[in-house]
């Protein structure tokens, strides 16, 4: 079975500081990582995605993640946020065996001006 | 292209009551899955549809039920409303075909409301 956990419900952060969304994750076997976005009345938009090969992996509006494996971890960076990322951010894996989703309760990222 | 659409953004109910959603997938695509989205619960998977077949199942109760049309515009239903059931329900389409890995795009969700 798959699980994700996101750490942190809420996070609050200043506009132009740097940021980390954390997430975990427990599988049995090989996953696929991926960072949802999703603004208010919004469906999710795709941030990034690590399928394979380089643990690191950026995304769009500057965002990147690294795959960590013997953590189970997949955190979310960002070097100077914005007042526009200000959003819900979920996490989610899906096994190497099938095309299920397994999402995280999500992280409210609040930029504070 | 145009992305997934659902029908209607806004819906109120009461108890008791049986609502129908609608979700059209991307052109092309034929996998239609749906999502329970709740302030404590984060997204729940409540079942894939493909090629008109349910393929993949969460743990939701019969209450719950979905089916995909040959165009693969897909509906749930949920019967017997409880309170509980208030949430954003989303739709995601993807390619679907064979292999481990299809990427998801989400529309904007119907927000169920149970008075």
């Known amino acids: 079975a798959q699980s994700v956990t996101q750490l942190d419900s809420q996070v609050p952060v200043f506009e132009e500081a740097p940021v980390e969304l954390r997430c975990n994750y427990s599988s049995s076997v090989s996953v696929y990582l991926f960072w949802y976005v999703q603004y208010p009345n919004q469906g999710l938009q795709l941030l990034l995605k690590?399928?394979?090969?380089?643990?690191l992996v950026k995304g769009i509006n500057g965002f990147e993640a690294e795959f960590n494996k013997s953590q189970t971890s997949f955190h979310l960076r960002k070097p100077s946020v914005h007042i526009s990322d200000t959003a819900e951010y979920f996490c989610a894996v899906v096994p190497n065996t099938g095309n299920q989703f397994y999402f995280g309760t999500g992280t409210s990222l609040t930029v504070i001006p | 292209k145009a992305g997934v659409t659902q029908t209607p953004r806004y819906l109120i109910k009461t108890r008791g009551q049986q609502v129908t959603l609608s979700c059209s997938p991307i052109s092309g695509h034929r996998s239609v899955s749906w999502y329970q989205q709740t302030p404590g619960q984060g997204l729940q998977f409540l079942f894939e549809?493909?090629?008109?077949?349910?393929?993949n199942k969460g743990n939701f109760p019969g209450r719950f039920s979905g089916r995909q049309f040959s165009n693969s515009r897909s509906e749930m239903n949920v019967s017997t409303l409880e309170l509980g059931d208030s949430a954003l329900y989303l739709c995601?389409?993807?390619?679907?075909?064979?292999?481990?890995?299809?990427?998801?795009?989400f529309g904007p969700g119907t927000r169920l409301t149970v008075l």
């Open positions: 690590y399928l394979s090969g380089s643990t």
């Open positions: 995601a389409s993807s390619p679907g075909g064979s292999g481990a890995y299809n990427e998801q795009f």
């Open positions: 549809y493909f090629s008109e077949t349910q393929r």
